[in-house]
């Protein structure tokens, strides 16, 4: 009884609904990976956000109701913009449920108790799972910021003309230059290292 009480008394000192970040993300969620810390309920949210504010204690007294077996979790995105940008997030609330290296995005009309306990018990499967992205290097960052600048820049071509483009989008160019600089170097190197380990067997 007493080792009973104890586990109960352990299992809620913390807070129910927890808060994520940037910087402790991945390692509690294991998101990418579907390691052993369990399933996740995540928000992405603003602090300006109505019905964000409307959900808080909804999904509280969600996760009291699955702790222990299940997790559920807020992320603030314009405190954590690179989990907003990692997983494509573009309105709040989004909700996510990552279990298993899948994620499921919630899409039901409902967001109550039962419907969103039930959602994570099994009516998840109903949607479309998807492969957890990995956390982005400085590489892919700079990929994807030269994909969206060149969005932009065809985007400015086609309404406003090729001069108002080029001279409005000098980003562009730099981002462009850049690339072609580490993408070079990146050359580079790998030519050094084949030519020292073509050296190296020879020898």
Same mark, same amino acid.
């Given at each position: 009884?007493?080792?009973?009480?104890?586990?109960?008394?352990?299992?809620?000192?913390?807070?129910?609904?927890?808060?994520?970040?940037?910087?402790?993300?991945?390692?509690?969620?294991?998101?990418?990976?579907?390691?052993?810390?369990?399933? %996740?309920? *995540?928000?992405?949210?603003?602090?300006?956000?109505?019905?964000?504010?409307?959900?808080?204690? /909804?999904?509280?007294?969600?996760?009291?109701?699955?702790?222990?077996?299940?997790?559920?979790?807020? /992320?603030?995105?314009?405190?954590?913009?690179?989990?907003?940008?990692?997983?494509? /997030?573009?309105?709040?609330?989004?909700?996510?449920?990552?279990?298993?290296?899948?994620?499921?995005?919630?899409? =039901?009309?409902? &967001?109550?108790?039962?419907? =969103?306990?039930?959602? &994570?018990?099994? %009516?998840?499967?109903?949607?479309?799972?998807?492969?957890?992205?990995?956390?982005?290097?400085?590489?892919?960052?700079?990929?994807?910021?030269?994909?969206?600048? =060149?969005?932009?820049?065809?985007?400015?071509?086609?309404?406003?003309?090729? #001069?108002?483009?080029?001279?409005?989008?000098?980003? /562009?160019?730099?981002?462009?230059?850049?690339?072609? *600089?580490?993408?070079?170097? #990146? *050359?580079?190197?790998?030519?050094?290292?084949?030519?020292?380990?073509?050296?190296?067997?020879?020898?």
């Amino acid at each position: 009884m007493q080792d009973e009480l104890y586990e109960w008394l352990e299992l809620n000192r913390q807070p129910s609904l927890q808060q994520l970040f940037e910087d402790n993300f991945e390692h509690l969620t294991q998101a990418s990976t579907g390691a052993t810390t369990g399933d %996740w309920l *995540v928000m992405f949210s603003t602090e300006t956000c109505a019905d964000c504010k409307v959900a808080v204690p /909804v999904l509280d007294a969600v996760a009291s109701k699955v702790k222990g077996r299940q997790n559920v979790a807020v /992320v603030d995105v314009e405190k954590n913009p690179q989990l907003k940008d990692r997983f494509k /997030v573009t309105q709040v609330p989004t909700i996510i449920f990552f279990c298993l290296g899948k994620m499921y995005t919630y899409n =039901l009309p409902k &967001m109550d108790i039962p419907t =969103l306990k039930a959602f &994570m018990e099994g %009516w998840y499967k109903n949607v479309r799972a998807e492969a957890v992205p990995g956390i982005p290097t400085p590489f892919d960052q700079l990929v994807e910021n030269i994909v969206d600048n =060149l969005k932009a820049f065809v985007a400015t071509m086609e309404t406003e003309g090729a #001069v108002t483009a080029l001279t409005g989008n000098l980003v /562009v160019m730099v981002t462009l230059a850049g690339m072609f *600089v580490v993408i070079l170097t #990146v *050359v580079v190197c790998l030519t050094c290292t084949c030519k020292q380990d073509q050296k190296l067997k020879t020898e």
